[in-house]
């Protein structure tokens, strides 16, 4: 198994562009996180998907940031209009039924730098 | 918002000594969970110990939980330069799964 694959590994953008974040979870799990990491605020969750439903968002900073699971392989962060602020290493992971007692796997992560 | 907090923040050890970090942690669960993560790379699980267990195992790992006091250790035996990385332990539900700030283990030869 490939593991989870993210992509871009590495971004860097002006500040106001629209940036887009990639990510191919395990085949057959269903649940999928993306985190943000930075070094003051550590690793936040920012969105969770079930079946390709988001079921908590709670953690999604500002209407700049969206999700999207179009279906089980697939999903994507955008930010639009991005800010330097947002700067961070953004992370995908996945899980196998999103039930307690499981684990999660990550993926490489995108490092994001807005200028 | 964090719920564990790692303690120290930094460890540097030699190459065949243990290493010892904690995390406590805020509110009840149901199992904690411990992470690795190497530089420039995602997150890697380690060991989950549930609630009921005091102790868990696994290779050269060994994990504590006291519920009573709110807190978990992570010991490595006879470390390795490959064990340099962060170590997060990490609680919470299935969907919200979250992180404590991390110990950064150096190890050198």
């Known amino acids: 198994d490939a593991g989870v694959i993210q992509s871009p590994r590495h971004e860097v953008t002006e500040m106001g562009q629209e940036v887009t974040l990639r990510c191919k979870p395990i085949?057959?799990?269903?649940?999928l996180f993306w985190y943000r990491q930075t070094m003051m605020r550590g690793l936040e969750l920012l969105i969770y998907f079930n079946n390709n439903v988001p079921i908590d968002d709670s953690g999604m900073p500002e209407d700049r940031f969206s999700a999207k699971m179009p279906n089980a392989s697939f999903s994507t962060l955008k930010i639009q209009p991005s800010e330097p602020r947002d700067s961070a290493v953004y992370f995908c992971?996945?899980?196998?039924?999103?039930?307690?007692?499981?684990?999660?796997?990550f993926g490489s992560g995108t490092q994001l730098s807005v200028l | 918002s964090q719920q564990g907090e790692e303690d120290p923040q930094a460890l540097s050890i030699q190459e065949g000594e243990n290493a010892t970090m904690n995390c406590s942690y805020k509110t009840s669960i149901n199992n904690l969970q411990w992470y690795r993560q190497n530089s420039g790379r995602g997150l890697v699980h380690l060991i989950l110990i549930r609630s009921n267990e005091r102790e868990k195992h696994s290779g050269r790992l060994r994990v504590t939980l006291d519920t009573s006091k709110k807190s978990s250790s992570l010991l490595i035996t006879a470390s390795r330069a490959a064990d340099t990385a962060s170590y997060f332990c990490?609680?919470?539900?299935?969907?919200?799964?979250?992180f404590g700030t991390g110990t950064r283990l150096q190890v050198t030869l």
């Open positions: 990490a609680t919470g539900t299935a969907s919200k799964l979250t």
């Open positions: 085949s057959g799990h269903n649940s």
């Open positions: 992971a996945s899980s196998l039924h999103g039930t307690d007692n499981e684990k999660l796997f």
